[in-house]
């Protein structure tokens, strides 16, 4: 398991830049053009705009990365930069791949890596290779370690962690089990987010006085894998031996529910966590068999990558306002810009991710889910 980095908070001044005018210096007023690809296949061509940026996503198998992240960025540097094109790659959850992409993206004259690492260890080839021809690098999402890093955007990773923890400790307080014990079922220990979820998580548990019982951590976040795990523990503890799980995201929290069905245990009665306000996760609080998930809004963090993107291509500084802090990826302190994580539950559903437009009605209001939708006056 990767160790988390270490996040030193920096009192920047909020000075009165005009972030906007130091953008629009390296943009021009014409047409957009973006070439892009889906499905992990790489971006054909490149060049022909006023800065040719690369974003490059890690898999495709959540769904956040190509029904929000791509889209979200590609319409940002759009209204922000008309000339400007992106190349879009994503590696399918394959981190050599990724390298490839890297590659790819530099031959094809990238002016700025946009980049999501899918492992964020090996990712620091990318980011050297990048350097070495003058290729400014964004980290998105996931902090690329050990490498120079121009700029960094992403959410306090570990308050997701330890919201979780926080929220699923008040609801066992209220069941009347409120020392636990539970079952915790982190993410993939490949992804250093999923480091920063678990130490968030356990400063949580540890604070709420939560015991755990059995603990995980899942490899590629597969729902089976999360399953498997959650079958191997409620052997071990027994029906009775346990009253909620942490599940790190909404796929592994699917698979733990999954395996409390199969054990005979209604999933109403076993508080579960989740994390990125999936359809499938959503739907499941509507109708009482998940307890929460994390809601990060991509629009504002997809913005920032690209304001960053736009102001590094054209050589300029950072727009200062916009910088949060500086955190330590190993090798050196990289300006970010982190955002704050959201609880979602049954109650706030409407205000939070419907309110934003992150999920429509029509997606999440079907069959099934349409009588709860009522019964919370969410209607599209």
Partial sequence: MPKPVLIQRVGFALVALIAIAVIAAGCGSSGSSSSSSSGGTEAEGGGGGEFTIALLLPENETPRYETNDKPDFENSVSEKCP???????????DAEKQQSQGEAALTKGADVLVLDPMDSK??????????SQGVPVVSYDRLIENAEVAAYVSFDNERVGELQ????????????????????????????NAALFKAGAHKGFEAAGVAIGKEYDTPGWTAENAQREAQQAITALGNDGFWGIYAANDDTGGGAIAALKGAGINPEERPVTGQDSTVAGLQRILVGQQYMTIYKAIPPQAELAAEFAIALAGGEELPEAKVTEEINNGKAEVPSAILEPVAVLKDNIKDTVIKDGFVTASELCTGPYAAACKELGISG
């Fill in 83 to 93: 000339e400007c094109e992106v190349i879009y790659f994503n590696a399918g959850g």
């Fill in 165 to 192: 923890a926080e929220t699923l400790a008040k609801k066992l307080k209220e069941d009347g089990k409120a020392k636990g014990p539970i079952i915790m079922i982190s993410g993939d220990p490949a992804d250093p």
């Fill in 122 to 131: 090996s990712a620091a080839a990318i980011a050297e290779r990048a350097n």
